[in-house]
């Protein structure tokens, strides 16, 4: 944001206009090196050619502070508020990595990615691909088989972006969803194969390299016990937190995550339950989508048949689908 | 034409902003409270249960839009799809009125999502109303702009902030909502007079009062809405009371949110300095002070306060 170029020419003080003053300011209070290295940056100097001594052409001191530390107070409010926001939304992630980490990283994402939204709700959207873009390279010598403690960041990440999408995204509570006596009536009729399900709004299918839905679990029960404290509080339990909390072994795991009555919920798929529902979900036909998981699950068909039995109850029991089939 | 009071909005009472954190007791014990300000921006794209919630509270108690998005003083173009929004929601909760603040958030596509301060100039004031008139007229109803805490002003600045916002209400027929605790805390910031600020408005156009705690850093103050009213701010209060004749009150508290009642209990506080014959307002509850600033050593372990409101919601998850 704040190296964005401007065509404007830098302005004449004492009266820059509106504009330029605002693309200044912008430019001065969101420099990640503060309010000084903001001032004297070519984006604010290309607007307006002050140094750090000489702010106060354009900003009044008061009394008791100079310019400079009255544009500090916007300056630290801006990180200050985006990194609240931004823990808040992955607040497993920062028990793991504890608040002082977890900040460099979010720091680092908001100079790759600043709000360009009215709203904050779509600040974190991008952080689970900030961290893939940003991974360390794997050592040749730590090996190439499996994944690697940034899969397990960027997985536990992921998940809790897909909870506060699905916590105020669209739902379909109030409406008539798909029950099990349906189902029944269906296959009684002979046409459930060829039936399509219509997916609620807030289901969504995700897969992962760690088992993270058990580790998300746990952290939010030891934060309700243990909150981690904003850094600069030199706060020690959150240490104390993630030796308690260690990180699982890579392993990988299906989850359908859903909301009924305003609740996020997961439920833990099998890899033959993940592709029928994948299927269900990309629009595929009952048969179709059952034939495609069997035809690439090793296991044999009765095991299957008993497992799709159970798969569907659970989850027109958890209203993944609408009443409306065809 | 005469402006009438208020621009003919009611005088709904003492309310309080609708936090998260309140709402399970609001549903449950249906509070005895006179209405209701909402954060907008916690609601528009809402499709889960913050905006089921505000449908039910909207149909017991009078609700009110406030806005930290608007953007009125940028030199970015408006939202209109934000708009959209904001005129959608507010006629599914029958919104009494609309307010945001007299700041800008962001430019070139960009939001700092904070209440960023307008030099006082005839520029910022030809451009600011027009903008206000033209959200008027999507909106069809007239826009409640709140004076924000600020912590800078301007070298070039032409006019003082009661000057500009007295013209701009006039040039864009629009409403106030005149912050008391931001007029005390930006008076602080800017050596002004807050009582000189508050006697200076045009009294007939001011729709609301907003009351909230800030923090004092010694040097400056903080608007944290995370404390009690301080005495100074209900003494500014009882004189707009006065000037105005009384219009809505609303409580803000957003951080440390304690639980309702006491939150319900500071707004309740506004009837002794409206001159009505009340008991002694009851002793405060127990709650750390905001108020007293950081020890030198521990300043640098202390995580800087925020400027609110902040508007984001922790989700629910089994």
């Given at each position: 944001m704040s190296d964005r170029p401007s065509r404007q020419p830098a302005a004449a003080l004492p009266r820059p206009p509106l504009d330029v003053v605002q693309q200044w300011f912008q430019a001065v209070v969101t420099h990640p090196a503060g309010v000084a290295a903001g001032a004297s940056s070519p984006a604010a100097q290309r607007l307006v050619r002050l140094d750090r001594g000489s702010l106060e052409q354009l900003v009044r001191r008061s009394r008791r502070l100079t310019a400079e530390q009255r544009l500090e107070i916007y300056a630290n409010a801006y990180y200050a508020r985006l990194l609240e926001c931004l823990r808040d939304t992955f607040p497993a992630l920062t028990r793991v990595l504890g608040a002082e980490a977890f900040d460099s990283f979010a720091f680092d994402y908001l100079q790759r990615y600043p709000s360009r939204s009215y709203t904050l709700y779509r600040l974190a959207e991008s952080f689970p691909r900030f961290l893939d873009e940003t991974r360390p390279e794997q050592s040749p010598a730590a090996g190439t088989a499996g994944p690697a403690w940034p899969d397990f960041l960027i997985d536990l990440a992921t998940l809790e972006l897909a909870i506060a999408e699905a916590f105020d995204g669209p739902g379909a509570e109030g409406e008539p969803l798909l029950a099990a006596a349906d189902l029944l009536a269906r296959r009684a009729g002979g046409d459930f194969a060829k039936a399509r399900l219509a997916p609620v709004p807030c289901l969504r299918l995700l897969r992962f390299s760690h088992p993270v839905n058990a580790f998300y679990s746990s952290a939010m029960a030891m934060r309700s016990r243990q909150p981690v404290e904003p850094?600069?509080?030199?706060?020690?339990r959150a240490e104390t937190a993630a030796a308690d909390l260690p990180v699982p072994d890579p392993g990988a795991e299906h989850i359908a995550l859903s909301r009924t009555d305003y609740v996020v919920r997961r439920y833990p798929l099998t890899p033959f339950e993940a592709a029928v529902l994948a299927a269900l979900v990309a629009g595929a036909t009952v048969g179709d989508a059952i034939a495609g998981a069997a035809a690439a699950s090793e296991l044999p068909d009765d095991e299957l048949a008993a497992q799709l039995d159970a798969a569907f109850r659970r989850w027109t029991a958890a209203g993944f689908f609408r009443a409306t089939t065809s | 034409m005469t402006t009438p009071p208020r621009l003919g909005y009611a005088n709904l009472g003492l309310g309080v902003g609708l936090r998260a954190a309140h709402f399970d007791h609001i549903l449950r014990h249906q509070p005895a409270v006179d209405w209701f300000e909402v954060i907008s921006e916690n609601f528009v794209d809402s499709g889960g249960r913050p905006r089921h919630v505000l449908r039910q509270i909207a149909e017991r108690y009078p609700v009110v839009m406030h806005g930290v998005s608007l953007s009125i003083g940028s030199t970015d173009p408006l939202d209109f799809s934000y708009l959209g929004k904001l005129k959608k929601l507010a006629a599914e909760v029958d919104a009494r009125w609309i307010s945001d603040h007299l700041c800008w958030t962001g430019v070139l596509g960009s939001n700092t999502h904070d209440l960023l301060p307008v030099p006082f100039t005839e520029a910022t004031l030809a451009h600011v109303a027009a903008r206000v008139r033209t959200v008027q007229d999507f909106l069809e109803r007239p826009l409640v702009l709140e004076n924000p805490s600020s912590y800078v002003t301007f070298a070039h600045s032409t006019m003082s902030e009661w000057e500009f916002v007295s013209r701009l209400a006039e040039a864009a027929d629009c409403g106030l909502l005149l912050d008391v605790n931001n007029v005390y805390v930006s008076s602080f910031n800017h050596d002004l007079d807050p009582d000189e600020f508050i006697r200076s408005l045009p009294h007939h156009r001011i729709v609301q009062f907003h009351l909230a705690g800030h923090a004092d850093y010694v040097t400056h103050l903080i608007d944290t809405h995370d404390h009690h009213v301080v005495d100074p701010v209900w003494e500014l209060y009882r004189t707009a009371h006065q000037l105005t004749g009384g219009v809505s009150t609303l409580l803000e508290w957003d951080a440390r949110i304690p639980p309702f009642p006491v939150v319900h209990a500071e707004v309740l506080k506004a009837k002794h300095f409206m001159g009505e014959r009340l008991p002694a307002p009851p002793p405060l509850p127990d709650i750390a002070p905001a108020t007293t600033p950081p020890a030198p050593a521990a300043a640098s372990r202390t995580p800087p306060q925020v400027p609110h409101p902040l508007h984001h919601l922790r989700p629910e998850v089994a």
């Open positions: 850094p600069g509080l030199l706060d020690t | -």
